[in-house]
């Protein structure tokens, strides 16, 4: 079920959830009708399709939660848009869309200081046993300081293993860097100039030695078939003993299954995930360790970030039906 909001225009864009109104603004402005599903929650893929077949829409604004494939490009043969709410855009079946002549656009850029502040939080959080100290105190089991009592560890003079090196992951070594003196060292598919001028980092040739190195490795891969499960048994088995794994990119780059058993058995200290393999789901045994610190897919979502966003894709969609290339078109 959808609400309408009809305007002079002629274009006409399906809106799979609503963004904040800094993105949905602008379109009315320029007098595109729009349809906005009025469910506040990723739609089925049934409840997609459906929606899509009502229309022949000539856009439509999808989000990361939305599975965009040869099925629903077929829903919608008169889109030749998709302008996805999302940084990343291992949602949409990109080969498909080339095969349809069909532009596919994202938003990258407007939530790089946020998810990289979200990930220093996660560091701090797990590092210093900031919520399992939270927990035991309002558990009532606090009788009073001790010599020992959740014991952590000293940022300063550790070093930061970033897998990932653009935008995000040089924001998050920049602050690591310069803010906490962490030395930082990285590993990307190419040496980047760009990153090493922000933040100092040394290049690593493989992954496997930033793993053995780093006493923090923090994740920034966009999800692809090589990056599918990047972090398994095996790599988790090559880090320190002492050391902690974030990740704020994609849950699939993590073996889930695997981290569990990582921490169950001491393999490293500690994790902070933002994100997960199967989500909202989480792996078995997960939300029980003490020692990780999972937060709910939010480290984009402050309203400098979303509305950023939401900008972003607009800017996208008016381009396109311009008659210009959009911005961030993939």
Not at 132 to 142: A, C, F, N, Q, V
Request: proline share 5%; charged share 25%; glycine share 10%.
């Amino acid at each position: 079920m959808t609400f309408l909001l009809y305007t002079n225009g002629m274009t006409t864009i399906y809106v799979t959830r609503k963004i904040p109104d800094a993105g949905l603004a602008p379109l009315k402005e320029k007098g595109f009708e729009l349809d906005i599903s009025s469910k506040d929650r990723p739609l089925t893929k049934r409840e997609l399709l459906k929606a899509l077949k009502k229309k022949p829409y000539d856009g439509v604004l999808s989000l990361l939660t939305d599975t965009i494939d040869g099925e629903v490009f077929d829903a919608v043969p008169s889109a030749k848009i998709f302008a996805n709410y999302a940084v990343g855009f291992n949602n949409v079946n990109i080969e498909e869309a080339k095969k349809r002549g069909i532009t596919i656009t994202n938003t990258p850029g407007a939530l790089t200081e946020a998810v990289a502040e979200h990930t220093i939080a996660l560091m701090f959080a797990v590092v210093k046993r900031v919520v399992e100290g939270d927990t035991y105190l309002r558990r009532g089991k606090y009788k009073g300081w001790g010599p020992e009592l959740f014991l952590g560890e000293e940022l300063q003079g550790k070093v930061l293993g970033i897998l990932g090196a653009g935008r995000i992951g040089s924001r998050v070594a920049e602050i690591a860097g310069k803010g906490l003196g962490m030395s930082v060292i990285y590993y990307d598919i190419k040496k980047s100039e760009e990153f090493e001028k922000a933040t100092g980092g040394t290049f690593k040739a493989t992954p496997g030695e930033v793993l053995k190195e780093a006493d923090v490795v923090s994740i920034h891969v966009p999800l692809l078939p090589t990056t599918m499960h990047l972090m398994n048994t095996e790599r988790l088995a090559m880090m320190k003993k002492t050391a902690y794994l974030l990740n704020t990119s994609r849950g699939p780059v993590i073996d889930e299954n695997a981290l569990v058993e990582a921490l169950k058995q001491g393999v490293i200290r500690g994790a902070g995930l933002d994100v997960f393999e199967n989500e909202p789901k989480l792996a078995k045994g997960l939300a029980k360790l003490p020692n990780i610190v999972i937060t709910p897919h939010t480290a984009s979502a402050t309203r400098s970030a979303r509305d950023g966003m939401a900008k972003l894709v607009a800017e996208n969609l008016i381009a396109f039906f311009d008659g210009r290339v959009p911005p961030n078109k993939i």
